[in-house]
């Protein structure tokens, strides 16, 4: 592939894309082996270096790196020196210092693991950071559809929800564009910037319009704590009108499929209804986002 | 000051002195720290004249009145780690200044006549250049209850102004400018809505989208600077509109003095020769409040430049330690390290043909000093020597590990920029940086 980090979607051409797609397959096939194990970067270290709550995407990356004979240190904010004042900065050449090949950031600023590329030698993979991206997340969602669809190009997408804060919808769009989908973006108009019209999407404010016809439906987290920052009036109205439900997602094709990066709020942007029918491929997400950051070391580590 | 009859000319230089209409080549006789004779060509003052102590040779160079920033931030007391009134006055001399005005956004805040007096006597003392300090209009710049401004006028406050913080009280501030017509001194409006800036970190558009920073929307100044302009209109109070930023802003600004309100209005270099593309790359040197906006908005500042709706250029200098700005970009600090770029920057003006030399001196000058009623910006016989003698063809490249300021952060690092300050005269002392400035002595002769 030729990198040495993987920052942001936006750094990765189609054919990137398409390999780190290609060599997460290899790998969802040793993950369903017996021994899930396999040597391929025996010797190097990873660090999870997370200033933000987070289990599934940590633990993710950590069974990502550990089946593939890796070292594994996870470095968190509540355990950290971060909490006694040291700079970023700083504790970033510490994991340095301690030899990591990888660091796996997750930032509550944009543009963190962008810094560290800068001031620190290993290769520096994006976990989520602030409002801007989470590239791992969109490619274990690229992974997904094209298993269950045989392809992303040429299908319609939506994604519905709290766009403007939202990571995993900053990295789906670029990527999903890339490959070839038609997007549509969902939500209430203060969560839906017109700045995403730059990015060849559709909007659509109205459930019943944006969901007709699509392929896909990926559900993005409300963030119950930024309801009080009045981007819409209450989770009662939120679910009224942007809520997926079983009326609503009949609308999509009949072969839709449901996805959501979790963790989700049921009730708020999803109906239990929907949440387990066998449209969703929710749980199928997470085994698929092993194999993808499996592949994303292994591309990496080539380089690192 | 000057001691017994010592004489400095200043020869064969262009004078430009918007304040008597003058822009031509002649000599500049000093005596005692004061403008004693003026000649313009064919005239000269002799120079065999006898008792003259020094003689500058300005052959090639501009003349101008000492500069005045009515906007600088020089961190003094409180925050000496990021700037003292004496780096920040030497940053000022260097950068062709011989007169600031400091913000009052201190610790303890510049909000009553103890601070104020401390600032007056420690820039009387170890100040390279003259300081004329701005008193917070409310205690602790909070924006509730008014500060003493009449007691912090009289102990040498030459306007008021929350900067950093602005007044979202509109009462206070209705107040505020009510009030302040007894001294005759501007309200000076740092025009921000902060709920509808809403902890951005740089201006809201394409660009801050794409690095997926929150934004300030533009309207945060606009509504600010409307608010404030009927306010003022409501009042009859003196206003002045720091920084502004906005093609918005400018619109309601041109109108405002198009019916005849007494508002004035500043920029700062930043915003005619940066757009928020600078913050690419989640570059920290570029976070500044108001943030860098647009190509449109820096062709609404020219042009407002241009039709006098802006009447000044201040630098809003904004020191910061290195640590503050080599970090993540939501907690860096705002602000960029002005003094000693700005002149060149706004010389770049006069090479596109937004400004006349002449307009450049009145905004950088002469009306800064008339907006705050300072006996500067000029050089009629009689005036203080205080004199700035620029190099306009001098190229230089922007290091600021050079900077005199402890402020090295700038968007300009690696600048290649022309026009460059040869000489100041200011508080009786000469600074030469004609030589190379390997010591102090180089830089300073205290006659």
Same mark, same amino acid.
């Given at each position: 592939?030729?990198?040495?980090?993987?920052?942001?979607?936006?750094?990765?051409?189609?054919?990137?894309?398409?390999?780190?797609?290609?060599?997460?397959?290899?790998?969802?096939?040793?993950?369903?082996?017996?021994?899930?194990?396999?040597?391929?970067?025996?010797?190097?270290?990873?660090?999870?270096?997370?200033?933000?709550?987070?289990?599934?995407?940590?633990?993710?990356?950590?069974?990502?790196?550990?089946?593939?004979?890796?070292?594994?240190?996870?470095?968190?904010?509540?355990?950290?020196?971060?909490?006694?004042?040291?700079?970023?900065?700083?504790?970033?050449?510490?994991?340095?210092?301690?030899?990591?090949?990888?660091?796996?950031?997750?930032?509550?600023?944009?543009?963190?693991?962008?810094?560290?590329?800068?001031?620190? /030698?290993?290769?520096?993979?994006?976990?989520?950071?602030?409002? /801007?991206?989470?590239?791992?997340?969109?490619?274990?969602?690229?992974?997904?559809?094209?298993?269950?669809?045989?392809?992303?190009?040429?299908?319609?997408?939506?994604?519905?929800?709290?766009?403007?804060?939202?990571?995993?919808?900053?990295?789906?769009?670029?990527?999903?564009?890339?490959?070839?989908?038609?997007?549509?973006?969902?939500?209430?108009?203060?969560?839906?910037?017109?700045?995403?019209?730059?990015?060849?999407?559709?909007?659509?404010?109205?459930?019943?319009?944006?969901?007709?016809?699509?392929?896909?439906?990926?559900?993005?987290?409300?963030?119950?704590?930024?309801?009080?920052?009045?981007?819409?009036?209450?989770?009662?109205?939120?679910?009224?009108?942007?809520?997926?439900?079983?009326?609503?997602?009949?609308?999509?094709?009949?072969?839709?499929?449901?996805?959501?990066?979790?963790?989700?709020?049921?009730?708020?942007?999803?109906?239990?209804?929907?949440?387990?029918?066998?449209?969703?491929?929710?749980?199928?997400?997470?085994?698929?986002?092993?194999?993808?950051?499996?592949?994303?070391?292994?591309?990496?580590?080539?380089?690192? | 000051?000057?001691?017994?009859?010592?004489?400095?000319?200043?020869?064969?230089?262009?004078?430009?002195?918007?304040?008597?209409?003058?822009?031509?080549?002649?000599?500049?006789?000093?005596?005692?720290?004061?403008?004693?004779?003026?000649?313009?060509?064919?005239?000269?003052?002799?120079?065999?004249?006898?008792?003259?102590?020094?003689?500058?040779?300005?052959?090639?160079?501009?003349?101008?009145?000492?500069?005045?920033?009515?906007?600088?931030?020089?961190?003094?007391?409180?925050?000496?780690?990021?700037?003292?009134?004496?780096?920040?006055?030497?940053?000022?001399?260097?950068?062709?200044?011989?007169?600031?005005?400091?913000?009052?956004?201190?610790?303890?805040?510049?909000?009553?006549?103890?601070?104020?007096?401390?600032?007056?006597?420690?820039?009387?003392?170890?100040?390279?250049?003259?300081?004329?300090?701005?008193?917070?209009?409310?205690?602790?710049?909070?924006?509730?209850?008014?500060?003493?401004?009449?007691?912090?006028?009289?102990?040498?406050?030459?306007?008021?102004?929350?900067?950093?913080?602005?007044?979202?009280?509109?009462?206070?501030?209705?107040?505020?400018?009510?009030?302040?017509?007894?001294?005759?001194?501007?309200?000076?409006?740092?025009?921000?809505?902060?709920?509808?800036?809403?902890?951005?970190?740089?201006?809201?558009?394409?660009?801050?989208?794409?690095?997926?920073?929150?934004?300030?929307?533009?309207?945060?100044?606009?509504?600010?600077?409307?608010?404030?302009?009927?306010?003022?209109?409501?009042?009859?109070?003196?206003?002045?509109?720091?920084?502004?930023?906005?093609?918005?802003?400018?619109?309601?600004?041109?109108?405002?003095?198009?019916?005849?309100?007494?508002?004035?209005?500043?920029?700062?270099?930043?915003?005619?020769?940066?757009?928020?593309?600078?913050?690419?790359?989640?570059?920290?040197?570029?976070?500044?409040?108001?943030?860098?906006?647009?190509?449109?908005?820096?062709?609404?500042?020219?042009?407002?430049?241009?039709?006098?709706?802006?009447?000044?250029?201040?630098?809003?200098?904004?020191?910061?330690?290195?640590?503050?700005?080599?970090?993540?970009?939501?907690?860096?600090?705002?602000?960029?390290?002005?003094?000693?770029?700005?002149?060149?920057?706004?010389?770049?003006?006069?090479?596109?043909?937004?400004?006349?030399?002449?307009?450049?001196?009145?905004?950088?000058?002469?009306?800064?000093?008339?907006?705050?009623?300072?006996?500067?910006?000029?050089?009629?016989?009689?005036?203080?020597?205080?004199?700035?003698?620029?190099?306009?063809?001098?190229?230089?490249?922007?290091?600021?590990?050079?900077?005199?300021?402890?402020?090295?952060?700038?968007?300009?690092?690696?600048?290649?920029?022309?026009?460059?300050?040869?000489?100041?005269?200011?508080?009786?002392?000469?600074?030469?940086?004609?030589?190379?400035?390997?010591?102090?002595?180089?830089?300073?002769?205290?006659?």
């Amino acid at each position: 592939m030729g990198k040495r980090h993987l920052l942001s979607i936006k750094d990765l051409s189609r054919e990137d894309i398409t390999l780190i797609l290609d060599t997460a397959e290899g790998f969802k096939d040793v993950l369903k082996r017996d021994i899930k194990k396999v040597p391929t970067l025996r010797g190097k270290t990873v660090v999870n270096l997370f200033f933000e709550p987070s289990t599934r995407t940590r633990t993710s990356f950590e069974l990502a790196a550990k089946r593939l004979s890796t070292d594994v240190i996870n470095f968190s904010v509540s355990t950290s020196a971060v909490v006694k004042g040291e700079s970023l900065i700083d504790t970033a050449l510490t994991i340095q210092a301690l030899g990591a090949d990888f660091v796996v950031v997750r930032h509550s600023s944009s543009g963190v693991p962008h810094l560290l590329a800068d001031k620190i /030698n290993a290769s520096i993979i994006n976990a989520g950071d602030g409002i /801007n991206e989470h590239p791992t997340q969109a490619l274990l969602d690229a992974f997904t559809i094209r298993e269950k669809k045989g392809r992303v190009e040429g299908l319609t997408i939506a994604i519905v929800g709290d766009i403007l804060h939202s990571r995993v919808a900053r990295s789906n769009i670029p990527c999903l564009t890339k490959l070839g989908a038609r997007v549509r973006l969902i939500g209430p108009p203060t969560l839906v910037p017109d700045e995403f019209r730059a990015d060849q999407v559709e909007i659509h404010y109205s459930m019943e319009e944006g969901l007709r016809d699509v392929d896909v439906v990926m559900m993005l987290r409300i963030q119950l704590e930024r309801q009080d920052r009045g981007f819409f009036p209450t989770v009662n109205e939120y679910f009224r009108l942007w809520g997926l439900t079983s009326e609503r997602i009949a609308l999509a094709r009949d072969d839709a499929i449901v996805m959501h990066p979790g963790p989700m709020n049921r009730g708020v942007e999803i109906d239990s209804a929907v949440a387990d029918s066998s449209r969703s491929v929710i749980l199928e997400q997470v085994t698929n986002g092993i194999a993808v950051r499996m592949a994303v070391l292994y591309l990496l580590g080539g380089k690192a | 000051m000057v001691e017994k009859g010592e004489k400095i000319l200043i020869s064969g230089g262009q004078i430009v002195d918007p304040s008597q209409g003058i822009n031509c080549v002649g000599d500049l006789l000093i005596e005692k720290g004061k403008i004693k004779s003026l000649a313009l060509e064919p005239e000269k003052i002799e120079k065999t004249e006898e008792d003259i102590t020094k003689v500058i040779n300005a052959k090639g160079m501009l003349v101008f009145p000492g500069l005045v920033d009515m906007h600088v931030h020089l961190r003094e007391p409180g925050y000496e780690y990021k700037e003292t009134i004496k780096t920040g006055t030497m940053a000022a001399v260097r950068g062709g200044f011989t007169s600031v005005c400091c913000m009052p956004n201190t610790k303890p805040v510049n909000d009553n006549e103890t601070v104020t007096e401390f600032i007056l006597r420690k820039a009387f003392a170890e100040g390279a250049c003259y300081v004329f300090p701005i008193g917070a209009i409310t205690k602790g710049q909070k924006g509730e209850e008014l500060s003493e401004m009449g007691m912090m006028y009289e102990a040498g406050c030459v306007a008021f102004s929350d900067d950093g913080h602005p007044v979202m009280n509109s009462l206070v501030m209705r107040r505020a400018l009510e009030y302040t017509k007894a001294f005759d001194v501007p309200i000076i409006t740092h025009a921000e809505d902060i709920n509808l800036s809403a902890n951005g970190v740089m201006n809201e558009g394409i660009v801050s989208h794409e690095l997926g920073l929150r934004g300030i929307p533009a309207e945060a100044e606009v509504i600010m600077i409307k608010r404030d302009i009927e306010l003022a209109r409501l009042t009859g109070g003196r206003l002045h509109i720091a920084h502004v930023s906005t093609r918005g802003g400018v619109k309601a600004i041109r109108e405002a003095k198009n019916s005849g309100l007494r508002v004035t209005a500043e920029t700062c270099p930043h915003y005619f020769t940066l757009t928020d593309d600078a913050a690419r790359g989640y570059n920290t040197a570029a976070k500044v409040n108001p943030p860098l906006r647009t190509v449109e908005d820096l062709e609404a500042i020219k042009e407002a430049l241009s039709d006098g709706t802006i009447d000044v250029i201040a630098t809003d200098h904004a020191p910061h330690h290195i640590d503050e700005k080599n970090c993540e970009f939501d907690r860096a600090a705002f602000g960029i390290s002005g003094l000693e770029t700005a002149l060149s920057l706004s010389l770049n003006l006069v090479k596109e043909g937004v400004l006349s030399i002449d307009e450049l001196v009145e905004k950088m000058s002469l009306n800064p000093s008339r907006i705050l009623g300072l006996d500067k910006g000029t050089l009629k016989v009689g005036a203080d020597a205080d004199i700035t003698v620029v190099d306009p063809e001098a190229q230089w490249k922007v290091e600021p590990d050079e900077f005199y300021s402890k402020g090295k952060n700038t968007p300009f690092k690696g600048f290649v920029l022309k026009g460059l300050t040869r000489v100041v005269i200011c508080k009786g002392r000469i600074y030469d940086f004609t030589e190379r400035q390997d010591t102090e002595q180089h830089r300073l002769i205290l006659l």
